[in-house]
């Protein structure tokens, strides 16, 4: 069955690093973009980080642009997200998708920068 499992999630002081990952069993990654979305409590799903399909070019959200980075690997089917210089504001539950043909969510990884 295609799913979406995310994992390395955790709670870290501001300023603080944590690298999530994707694992998409079942999917063939090459004919999909990757992204990473959160969800705060309280507040909608918003996409956060997006990697092509064909060249890996990337897009990034104006509130994580310069801190986050976002990579894949299609032979693992795995995608990744690095978060460095975290803030309280990146607390969410994070989630991996293809924006572009969304299927059913994951369970997400909790992430959590407080100090």
């Known amino acids: 069955q295609s799913r979406f499992v995310e994992s390395g999630g955790g709670a870290v002081h501001p300023g603080g690093s944590l690298n999530v990952s994707c694992a998409a069993s079942?999917?063939?990654?090459?004919?999909?973009?990757i992204g990473w979305f959160r969800q705060a409590p309280g507040k909608e799903r918003e996409g956060v980080a997006c990697?092509?399909?064909?060249?890996?070019?990337?897009y990034y959200g104006d509130s994580v642009k310069g801190r986050f980075t976002i990579s894949r690997d299609n032979a693992k089917k795995m995608g990744y997200l690095q978060m460095n210089s975290l803030k309280p504001e990146d607390t969410a539950v994070y989630y991996c998708?293809?924006?572009?043909?969304?299927?059913?969510w994951g369970q997400g990884t909790q992430v959590t920068v407080s100090s």
């Open positions: 998708n293809f924006p572009n043909s969304l299927r059913p």
């Open positions: 990697i092509s399909s064909s060249d890996g070019s990337t």
């Open positions: 079942g999917f063939n990654l090459d004919y999909y973009a």
